[in-house]
């Protein structure tokens, strides 16, 4: 991957962490951060399947949604017949993001509901080392100027 390309899915990775930690309910304080992440599933027999994409290039993607209520229209619109909008904790993403879903490369943040599937999954994409460095607390470092942890 180019430096250009990793210092742009960085840059992105802030924008989303800023945004994140300014978000404000109805005339409340901030939220800090957001504590679930949404995905789509599947249940089936003893497993349960998590929804991803491919991209041109062949790359996995996996979407991540800030809101139920964007995971419920994405998979309204993209899921086939039991697909449906999981909450999930920090940690179990993490899980999911080394387990089933090893091989996504990348991470798509609330993908719109009102493109088609690769154009809406390649909206925000952001690599999946970056999108764990927060959650797994590694990200800081970079972020305030004091080089890599």
Known sequence: MSLLRRLRQKRKAVR???MA??????GGRPLGRIPYYWLIVRHMPGRMEVFTGI???GDAVLPVFSAEERAVGFAGRWGEKG?????TGAGELVSVLSGPCRGCAMVSLDPPVDLELNDAL????VGREIFLEPIL???RSWF?????A
């Open 16 to 18: 989303m962490r800023e």
């Open 21 to 26: 930690r300014t978000l404000r309910p109805a």
């Open 55 to 57: 991209l041109g290039g």
């Open 83 to 87: 697909w449906r909008a999981r909450k």
């Open 122 to 125: 390649e909206v925000s994409l």
């Open 137 to 139: 607390g590694r990200g």
């Open 144 to 148: 305030e100027g004091r080089g890599t």
